[in-house]
């Protein structure tokens, strides 16, 4: 096979990443990053899927308590005192296969049908689980529900009825879906509304400015990783996700790229992910979507036999192919992210917590009497005074520490 054999060098493996390397591992390893967990690499061979599943890796168990750790931050919403979160945000315009992804990831069946099926943010916690029996159960308004998967779609749906309204509007308040599952990888992501540009029956006519505000909130800040599902059969600059990912992350060293449908469309598939006219720094995985009513094992048994067998795909390097690989390398990237990120974050909240102290500190105590408020009364009193004299008299602007240029008042 030539220089794009399955073992060759392709362009994937050339490609500026600055959180994995070309095999989809962390580039410098775990153990050198801030953190008190040291988390292994997986075995280079994976074991065939009768020994174990195949989205199940090595160190779902060590990743796991820092991922428990940055949800329960966000179950606490830290993101509204200014604190930003490690997070891989799910991106694709309408039709580009964004749920066949993330229910091959998941195990489940999400909804499907015409239009937006996604009109919240869906916060998908996914994490490997013993038991035979999986658990699931939405977290919204403040109330856990617990479902199951046959009626998984279904819950999704009246839980976003309650919170987006029973029409084809969209909300940017999130809802949580918890999946404890065997087998599957131990991801935190959050799919976003899929892009459409023309309005159908029902939904608003600025649909398009609502869905940009929301996903453009959740992939600006540096601390995202944008997964971004793009289709085999379109043109990937031309897809609205790509030009909204590149507005924020130019170089795209936190932008990965899944591509579906790729038994639809083979021909020139290669040339695509290795050309990368799109700068997708994190590198390309090609997969093939369920069809009907295959099992999920049975899919992944089918797209490895696709991508080793078919005279077109099989030429592209099996770094770059499979929900397997696509899975390994979402969970390497997360606990980097997360390593970087996390001393930050909780710098940032122990300063938020000082801060908010401080001002506490300055409230009057606990009032008893009407003579311990009135002493306070006028001590406030005395401070309104002595504030403008101290600004339009002596020039002295001690108070404002931030405001170094709007007060002019001050005389001579």
């Known amino acids: 096979m030539g220089s794009h054999g399955k073992h060759g060098k392709t362009g994937q493996q050339q490609q500026k990443a600055h959180l994995v390397n070309k095999d989809g591992n962390p580039r410098a390893p775990i153990h050198e990053q801030p953190l008190l967990l040291v ?36 179950h606490l919403k830290v993101a509204q005192e200014g604190i930003q979160l490690p997070t891989i945000v799910v991106v694709g315009d309408q039709s580009s296969g964004k749920s066949s992804v993330l229910e091959s990831l998941a195990g489940i069946s999400l909804p499907r049908g015409q239009g937006i ?26 109330k856990m529900v617990p479902t199951d998967e046959t009626h998984i779609a279904e819950a999704i749906v009246l839980a976003t009825d309650e919170i ?29 509304p899929g892009i459409t540009r023309v309005p159908v029956h029902g939904q608003p006519e600025d649909i398009y400015e609502q869905i940009s505000e929301i996903i453009m909130e959740y992939i600006k800040p540096e601390e995202s990783i944008i997964l971004n599902v793009l289709s085999a059969t379109v043109d990937f600059p ?44 994190l590198g390309y995985v090609c997969v093939r979507n369920r069809i009907g009513d295959e099992s999920y094992e049975q899919a992944r048994m089918e797209e490895a036999s696709l991508f080793q067998n078919h005279p077109l795909l099989s030429r592209i390097d099996e770094s770059m192919v499979g929900v397997p690989v696509l899975a390994q390398k979402l969970v390497h990237i997360q606990a980097t992210i997360i390593s970087k990120c996390l001393p930050d974050i909780v710098q940032k909240i122990n300063d938020k917590l000082s801060y ?43 108070e404002y520490p931030d405001v170094k240029y709007a007060l002019h008042c001050s005389v001579g």
């Not at 988390?39 to 779902?60: A, D, K, Q, Y």
């Not at 509007?169 to 949580?176: F, Q, Y």
């Not at 639809?264 to 700068?279: C, F, H, I, S, Y």
């Open 39 to 74: 988390v292994e690499e997986p075995e280079e061979t994976p074991l065939p899927i009768s020994v174990h599943p195949p989205l199940m890796l090595s160190f779902n168990e060590r990743i796991r308590p820092l991922l428990d750790a940055v949800d329960r931050l966000r």
């Open 117 to 142: 099926c996604t009109r919240v943010p869906l916060i998908m916690r996914l994490q490997q689980h013993q038991n035979p029996q999986p658990e699931l159960h939405f977290e919204y308004h403040g």
């Open 164 to 192: 987006a309204g029973s029409g084809k509007g969209i909300s940017n308040t999130p809802l949580t879906l918890v999946v404890k599952k065997r087998g599957v990888p131990d991801l935190t992501m959050v799919d976003l």
């Open 238 to 281: 031309t897809c609205e996700s790509i030009r909204m990912s590149q507005r924020v992350d130019r170089t795209g060293e936190r932008t990965l790229a899944v591509v579906t449908k790729a038994d639809k469309a083979p021909e020139g598939l290669l040339e695509k992910v290795t050309a990368d006219d799109v700068n997708i720094g």
């Open 356 to 398: 908010n102290i401080a001002e506490l500190n300055k409230m009057p105590q606990n009032l008893s009497t009407v003579a311990e408020a009135m002493t306070v009364f006028m001590r406030i009193i005395g401070f309104s005074k002595e504030s403008p004299r101290k600004i339009l008299l002596r020039g002295e602007f001690d």
